[in-house]
């Protein structure tokens, strides 16, 4: 089963007449406190049915993931002040009174697994790049230039988790709240010959997609590339065709691209269709109310005065 880092939290409960304290009576199912061999961490799978009654019954209510204060007290109000009472409670009436949440939690009390722990996250079955430009673009160079970064920054992504990409889309759009505007929304999907992470090649591809798609006299505000159709980058499949198959000298191209650009920052190094920085370039995001970046950059960390 499951065993959530707040059930094993150590609490110590002191005896009120070592104090000097008033006595108060003691309620029904009051917590005690932990051995000290469960004290730091508790394994509920590794301990024998006795010993994790006690554990259970060790533990306050509102110490269980998912039960807050208010919970806890309306709970109190039911009879139920620790775990084992939590435990020995219907699941149904849970469900019907509280949440299926908390009903999930009563069974995994008593073993039945309902999240489960991955070390490492899956891979991510598609890798999209899209964005909304900070004024209206209507020249193809601009959108050629955003189009040609939003790839990049997809197969930066693609080659980060070793996969290849079977298929690839890219869309233009204008925005459908400019009343005045004539409205245009494209995409094209294009399957490839063989997968590739190369990011000029794909780059071309979404290329060739917005040069078919684009339609001059439109004020577009929004465009997009998709990676599509992953498969990890040890799986070869061999194209009839010569020359499809990505060279090693290009492969030893994009990880010198990726190394460069993960050390000396995003933007280093970059295709030259994607143009350069050393202009303002109209499909750039607005961000005169980006907030400053106190960890990442020597120039604006805070200063106390």
């Avoid at 010993?51 to 019954?57: N, V």
């Avoid at 400019?178 to 929304?185: A, G, L, Q």
């Avoid at 071309?204 to 998709?226: D, K, P, Q, S």
Wanted: proline residues 5%.
């Amino acid at each position: 089963m499951n065993w959530h880092p707040d059930l094993h939290r150590h609490r110590t409960h002191h005896d009120p007449r070592q104090t000097g304290q008033p006595h108060r009576q003691e309620r029904r199912g009051k917590p005690g406190s932990y051995p000290a061999h469960h004290a730091q961490i508790c394994h509920l799978g590794a301990v024998c049915e006795s010993e994790r009654f006690a554990l259970l019954q060790a533990t306050e209510v509102g110490d269980i993931w998912s039960v807050g204060r208010k919970l806890s007290t309306q709970l109190n109000q039911e009879g139920i002040y620790t775990a084992r009472d939590m435990a020995k409670a219907d699941p149904t009436i849970i469900q019907h009174r509280w949440s299926i949440v908390l009903a999930k939690t009563v069974r995994e009390l008593n073993g039945t697994a309902f999240l489960s722990l991955d070390d490492v996250p899956p891979e991510k079955q598609q890798i999209a790049c899209t964005r909304s430009f900070g004024q209206p673009v209507t020249e193809l160079n601009d959108l050629l230039e955003a189009i040609t970064e939003f790839a990049s920054r997809a197969a930066e992504k693609l080659r980060k988790q070793d996969s290849k990409a079977g298929q690839i889309m890219a869309f233009i759009r204008t925005s459908p709240f400019r009343k005045n505007d004539r409205k245009h929304r494209a995409y094209r999907t294009i399957s490839l010959p063989s997968p590739s992470s190369d990011s000029a090649h794909l780059t071309e591809l979404v290329c060739a997609i917005v040069r078919h798609i684009f339609r001059e006299g439109h004020n577009y505000a929004m465009a997009g590339v998709m990676l599509l159709d992953l498969q990890p980058e040890s799986r070869e499949q061999i194209c009839l065709a010569l020359g499809e198959e990505m060279p090693a000298s290009r492969q030893l191209l994009m990880m010198a691209l990726d190394q460069i650009n993960y050390r000396f920052g995003r933007g280093t190094l970059h295709l030259a269709s994607a143009g350069t920085s050393s202009k303002k370039r109209r499909w750039e995001m607005k961000q005169e109310r980006l907030s400053p970046s106190y960890t990442t950059n020597w120039n604006e960390i805070a200063v106390a005065r």
